[in-house]
């Protein structure tokens, strides 16, 4: 396998924080994202001794709602004639294994397992055949909500950005999964929610394109793709998994 086609992302050893690529069960560690042209290894460590972190940081988190509609029955609503888009700021982003806290007097905090696209290069006004060259490759998302607020205020900005709010990871895959990929969440090893990537309304390079009409995408971007039926609640205690067939499988305790 060539090095642009490893996986991908961030860990934590020997003190220090590393961009890298897995390779089996060692990362080669580089001196900036694997994505960056310019990247150059800077030594390797084994993955034993390192933690998985957010594998990228984005500037920004751009959302997709309603994008299965499926997901939309189940809320009643009509499936929209075009993206709709919201935002989930980068400081909700955590890494695998890092603790989702549901904060106090929010009410209902659910899950919703998502595919993440992460941006490689900057890029404005793309359409779906450029977008393939901007995007970097692919990971697991979990566009946690806390659902009473989103339906008391009408909107969503509050309800999906408190601290913790979008896990990521492990590992950026470089090739796009295929339409038959699943896309799943699991409450301690129960499956309770599931799509397929074929399922979305609009797919993620249709999405890539038109986000980028709207706003300029800077490498290390992320856009979630949306989520497919079965959203629900996870309380502290419990630990959540978001899985994407042939990218990885992203887990959180929640507390």
Not at 138 to 163: H, P
Not at 223 to 231: E, F, I, R, Y
């Amino acid at each position: 396998m060539r090095p642009s086609e490893l996986p991908f992302g961030r860990v934590l050893v020997r003190g220090r924080v590393w961009e890298c690529r897995r390779e089996a069960g060692r990362v080669k560690l580089l001196d900036r994202p694997a994505y960056d042209s310019r990247a150059g290894e800077a030594g390797e460590a084994p993955l034993s001794e390192c933690q998985v972190l957010a594998p990228t940081r984005p500037g920004k988190v751009v959302a997709v709602g309603l994008n299965y509609r499926a997901h939309a029955a189940e809320f009643g609503l009509e499936a929209p004639d075009e993206p709709v888009l919201f935002m989930k700021p980068a400081s909700a982003v955590i890494g695998p294994d890092e603790a989702i806290v549901c904060p106090a007097n929010t009410g209902r905090i659910d899950y919703e397992a998502e595919l993440a696209v992460v941006i490689g290069r900057r890029c404005r006004d793309l359409t779906a055949a450029d977008a393939v060259r901007a995007i970097a490759g692919y990971t697991c998302a979990n566009d946690v909500t806390a659902r009473n607020l989103q339906e008391r205020d009408g909107q969503w900005t509050r309800a999906k950005s408190f601290d913790t709010f979008c896990p990521l990871g492990p590992w950026v895959v470089p090739v796009a999964p295929p339409p038959e990929a699943r896309v799943t969440a699991s409450v301690d090893g129960a499956e309770v929610q599931g799509g397929t990537v074929g399922d979305m309304i609009v797919p993620p390079l249709e999405l890539v394109a038109f986000i980028s009409r709207v706003m300029t995408l800077e490498p290390g971007d992320v856009v979630l793709t949306g989520t497919p039926p079965g959203v629900g609640p996870i309380r502290p205690g419990q630990t959540v998994s978001v899985a994407v067939e042939g990218i990885g499988e992203l887990r959180n305790p929640v507390r």
